[in-house]
């Protein structure tokens, strides 16, 4: 097969960039291997949206984070009706601080409210006038609670994947699900050979690989990611308890803990096996940093390190006192950092670009992302808005 553009990864940020680069006209190729039913050969790859509930919220300490989720959250409802595939509940995000004195997140946060003119409103520890939108939600009474309004809301991963891979195949896009394991570069253009045999050639190629796009012989030389095996609980809930806290706002915490930090949360959402659950994920003091391709998928198939249970399942119910979990269960994903804290979204090579390190935020904004992508490829201006800088790969 002859094309444009490759697009390896068919996940978050790929798939926008895919969608993207389609309406620009590109024949485009996305090769981004299908989700796993079950753990099996050494080419294995995983992705991070392989779940019902990212959160996304504009407010964040770093106003280039606010931008870009910002203005994802604009194209989306415009995206889920050109898909016929909606993936986004608007149901407001609370951001809970630690416990006073330490205020400063809370303050950081409000500032960049002010400054990047994002609705909100300040509870100040010893308010509890937040209640009335948390639907049972509990914090220690010395927390700072900030609340961000709609359109902060939650986003179905899994949906809004499938949503603008669709868009990008009505634009003439072809999708394969097959696995890249090389792409070389030539005089020629790209040529990339998957591990069901295929091969293919592209004028130019963007790697959008997640947390496996330091591995199969993708890029020319590898970046400067870091890994982190990451676990989130899945709290069962009855569809009464469901529907009664379809509503209840997102959730950002920063719990007070010996062993976790920086708590997420969203409301009842329905898993694929039919059931509600809520969702909360964190930092734990014992998560794993995989550096090889083998103990990133050790970690996938047999996890590793303490085990976070107790704790996770000791904070959710403290956070939902009076909700009776039918049961808990962890499920293990990836985190991608970079060292600037910024995606990398760059040119490694005249023909080999790169959109990768979400940083464990990159849900929410993945569309901008794709498309900051697609317009460098493109040869777009880079938009103002958006220090250029960060995205550097170095
Ligand atoms: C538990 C958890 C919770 C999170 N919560 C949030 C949140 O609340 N809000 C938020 O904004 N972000 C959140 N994130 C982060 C967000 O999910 C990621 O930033 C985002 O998925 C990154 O997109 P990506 O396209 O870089 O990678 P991915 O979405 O992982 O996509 C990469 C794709 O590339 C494919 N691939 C890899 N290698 C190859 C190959 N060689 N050949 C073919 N295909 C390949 C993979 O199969 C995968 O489909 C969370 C992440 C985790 C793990």
């Known amino acids: 097969m002859n094309v444009d553009v490759a697009v390896v990864g068919g996940g978050m940020i790929g798939s926008a960039a895919a969608r993207y680069l389609a309406m620009g006209g590109a024949r485009v190729a996305i090769i981004g291997a299908p989700e796993p039913t079950k753990p099996h050969g050494p080419d294995q790859v995983y992705g ?28 989306y409802p415009r995206l889920e009706k050109a898909a016929g595939i909606p993936f986004y509940r608007a149901v407001g995000c609370l951001h809970v601080s630690g416990e006073a004195p330490d205020a ?14 994002i609705p909100y409103r300040f509870y100040p520890a010893g308010d509890d006038g937040w ?36 868009v990008a195949e009505q634009h003439g896009a072809t999708l394969l ?12 253009g790209v040529t ?30 590898p970046l400067p990611l870091t890994l982190k095996g990451e676990t989130v609980i899945l709290g069962e809930v009855t569809a009464e308890t469901a529907a009664a806290l379809a509503d209840m706002p997102i959730l950002t915490y ?47 198939r047999r996890g590793g390190g303490e085990d976070p249970k107790p704790a ?48 464990g935020s990159s849900a929410k904004c993945s569309d901008t992302l794709g498309r900051l992508a697609a317009g460098l490829m493109q040869g777009d201006p880079w938009p103002a808005a958006f220090d250029r800088e960060r995205f550097r790969a170095c």
């Open 48 to 75: 991070s949206h392989y779940d019902q509930g990212r959160l996304a919220r504009r407010l964040s300490k770093d106003a280039l984070w606010v931008r870009m989720t910002t203005r994802s959250l604009d194209v």
């Open 104 to 117: 400063s997140r809370a303050v950081e946060m409000r500032d960049v409210a002010e400054k990047e003119a």
């Open 131 to 166: 209640r009335e939108k948390a639907f049972g939600l509990n914090f220690p009474a010395a927390c700072h609670v900030l609340y961000e309004p709609a359109p902060a809301g939650m986003i179905n991963p899994r949906a809004l994947v499938q949503a603008q891979l669709r």
């Open 177 to 188: 699900r097959e696995t890249v394991i090389d792409v070389t570069e030539n005089e020629r």
């Open 192 to 221: 990339l050979a998957t591990s069901q045999g295929t091969t293919l050639h592209a004028q130019r190629v963007l790697i959008a690989a997640g947390g496996f796009t330091n591995f199969h012989n993708l890029l020319p030389c």
């Open 254 to 300: 920063q719990i007070d803990h010996p062993q976790l930090s920086g708590i997420y949360m969203t409301p009842p959402v329905l898993y694929p096996d039919g059931r509600f659950y809520v969702k909360m994920g964190c930092n734990f003091t014992g998560d794993i940093r995989p550096q090889t391709l083998a103990e990133v998928q050790q970690w996938f």
């Open 312 to 359: 996770m399942a000791q904070a959710l119910q403290a956070i939902l006192p009076d909700v009776a979990f039918i049961s808990l269960d962890t499920r293990r994903c990836l985190i991608c950092y970079t060292p600037g804290g910024a995606p990398i979204i760059d040119a490694l090579r005249t023909r080999v670009f790169v959109a990768a390190g979400g940083n």
